[in-house]
């Protein structure tokens, strides 16, 4: 436990130190959501409907997703290629505290852009619900684990860290492009809850449906828990998978 | 410890044949041989993280982590400032020997304490090194490891990096590896030399 907190101490000054991270991550997201959604500014109060909730939910997915890839992924896969990964292993002499450590933190930092992006929703809305505040974080707690275990799949990419920022970029494109296919039936839903963004989009607006309607989509739930058990499976072989050699250079 | 019929193949080029190695715990077991004859690769499969070329035998080698490793020129969290590193450290292993040893309180006051607030990333090549083995010696292992600590580093310094680790077999009867170049700065030390290649 103690190496766990020491590790926590040191990615959070790490993450900390480089703020331009939180531009991608936040700082865009919000700036588009305030630029779609200005008009209601000007409005009375804005109720929360299903299509606010939807809306709600796809940005929630873009920085979940986002911050998960960038700040977890790939800086593990960045240490690794430079050797800090392997440096810290024979420190703490276990890849799962290294791992744990590094995600607690990003945990942390997710859930205070969701919140500061909640806000953001609340101010345009003039609709203070807090409601939308516990839903984001439950969000935030449910999809976290199982989402960075199925993007651990990238840690068996054999490619060099110049690639891997391109490479993430393109995997974000290629997903948030195949969010909407059409899904003539249930296997077809529950297929397209392999994409990551339509996961944490469904496990989003299942929780707002929860907590502002108190409705509870039954065939939804089960879904969501079966793919949540397939993501767990994969990322366990993937992060088995995980060594200290990096791909590109000897370390 | 032993490693025994150690073998080391890259196609056609074989880098060790049988090579066989017993390391003491009363000296410091220092590995020498020319650039690129295995020594690293060596360091590697004794810490159990070697590549799968690598074949032989080791015997009584501790649980990967219960061993320490200080890599070769690694620059670590260089947003960090020596201060929050060496904590980390603390943290993680043993803060008391600090209090106990000597040779921690006479580092720490004569070259850490002026650099603790300077940032990894702006210190130079030697005085990280100096950084990181101090953070190493603080941990509570069975093997400690240390690739070429003193390459790249000056004389005042290495002086420094050395009488670290052997206060760690001097002082606490841990097992230490270690590969080096530069011999004639051993010439103190209670070393035990190992020729690979």
Known sequence: ?251 | MQIKKYSLCYGDRILAQDFEAEFFNHVVNVLTGANGAGKTTLLDFIAGVGPKQAKGQKINVPKQQNIAYQLQHIHFFTTLSVGQTINMYRQIGNCTLEKSGSTFQTIKRQALDKIWSVKMGQLSGGERQMVLTYGQCLLEKELYIFDEPTSGVDVTNSKVILKMIASLVQEREKMVIMTSHNIEQLTDLPVKMINIG
Request: aromatic share 14%.
């Open chain 1, 1 to 251: 436990m103690n190496e766990i907190k020491a590790l926590c101490k040191v990615y959070l000054v790490n993450t900390l130190s480089n703020k331009f991270v939180f531009l991608f991550n936040l700082v865009l997201p919000t700036i588009y959501f305030l630029y779609k959604n200005i008009r209601y500014l000007s409005q009375p109060k804005v109720a929360f409907s299903h299509q606010t909730m939807m809306v709600v939910s796809y940005f929630w997915a873009y920085i979940i997703m986002v911050t998960l890839l960038n700040n977890v992924i790939v800086a593990i896969i960045s240490q690794r290629e430079n050797g800090f990964y392997k440096q810290l292993f024979f420190i703490v002499g276990s890849k799962w505290k290294i791992l744990t450590a590094n995600f607690l933190v990003q945990l942390v930092i997710l859930n205070v852009e969701l919140l500061i992006f909640n806000l953001v929703v609340i101010g345009v809305t003039h609709n203070f619900h807090i409601s939308l505040l516990i839903a984001g974080m439950i969000a935030t707690l449910s999809v976290a684990v199982p989402v960075t275990f199925i993007s651990s799949l990238l840690f068996l990419l054999k490619v060099k860290i110049e690639s891997i920022n391109v490479l993430v970029t393109i995997l974000l494109f290629v997903l948030f492009l195949t969010i909407n296919l059409p899904k003539s039936h249930t296997m077809g839903d529950l297929l397209s809850l392999l994409n990551p963004i339509t996961y944490i989009v469904d496990t989003s607006y299942q929780l707002l449906l929860f907590f502002f309607n108190h409705v509870i989509q039954g065939a939804a739930t089960v879904r969501l828990g079966i793919v949540t058990i397939i993501y767990l499976v994969i990322g366990w072989f993937a992060i088995s998978k995980l060594t200290v050699h990096s791909i590109a250079d000897r370390v």
